[in-house]
Each structure stands twice: as C-alpha cells, then as structure tokens.
C-alpha cells in the first residue's frame, strides 16, 4: 500500500504564492520510474489534472496554470512538489498528487487546501 501526503497549502492573497509538498511512502518501489502528477479539486466540481512530470523529468500544465506553477520532484525523497505563483481565486481548491492521469492511481491523500481571498 502506498501512502500520499501532501502539505503546504493554506490561505493567501490574490498575487501570492504558495508551495506545495507530496510525500510517498509505503510499498513504492522504484519511485523515479512513476510519472506523478498534481490535481485539484474546487468545490462543487470534479478533479482535474494540473500538472505531470514525467520518469524523465518532461512537465506538462493545464491551460490555465501555464506559466504560473511548476512542477517538480525529489526522487532521493520519493516527493513531488508544486510552486504556484500569482495565485488567483480560481485556484481555490483541495490539491493532491497522484501517478500521472495515464496510469492506475494509488489511494488518494487528504489533500492540502488552497484557498485564494482577499
């Protein structure tokens, strides 16, 4: 069984900035073979994905994230991270990682809240 837990999240003001940590632990083997990803998931809606970085490091967004977040990750820590700048109330959401959207999903974390307000 592997085990997600994601930090970081919090409240912060239009503009801002926030990064965000997900830990694996548990029965992984080999975390830097996993593609892994970040989702989101805003009240009233569905996940959606954010963003992925692959095995080989290549990182992919969400149109509306673009040039905003970047995703990255620490292998020797099996942790993925998410920077997110110039944060708008559109991010409000509860984030988590996962394996990116093309492979099985492990269980879900809790997940961080982000919350963008004035």
């Known amino acids: 069984q592997v085990q997600l837990v994601e930090s970081g999240g919090g409240l912060v003001q239009p503009g801002g900035s926030l990064r965000l940590s997900c830990a694996a632990s548990?029965?992984?083997?080999?975390?830097?073979?996993?593609?892994m990803a970040w989702y989101r998931q805003a009240p009233g809606k569905q996940r959606e994905l954010v963003a992925t970085?692959?095995?080989?490091?290549?990182?992919t967004y969400a149109d509306s994230v673009k040039g905003r977040f970047t995703i990255s990750r620490d292998n020797a820590k099996n942790t993925v991270f998410l920077q997110m700048n110039s944060l708008q109330p559109e991010d409000t959401a509860v984030y988590y990682c996962?394996?990116?959207?093309?492979?099985?999903?492990?269980?879900w974390g809790q997940g961080t809240q982000v919350t963008v307000s004035s």
């Open positions: 996962n394996r990116g959207s093309d492979s099985l999903q492990w269980p």
């Open positions: 548990g029965d992984i083997f080999r975390f830097m073979f996993y593609n």
């Open positions: 970085i692959t095995l080989a490091f290549t990182t």
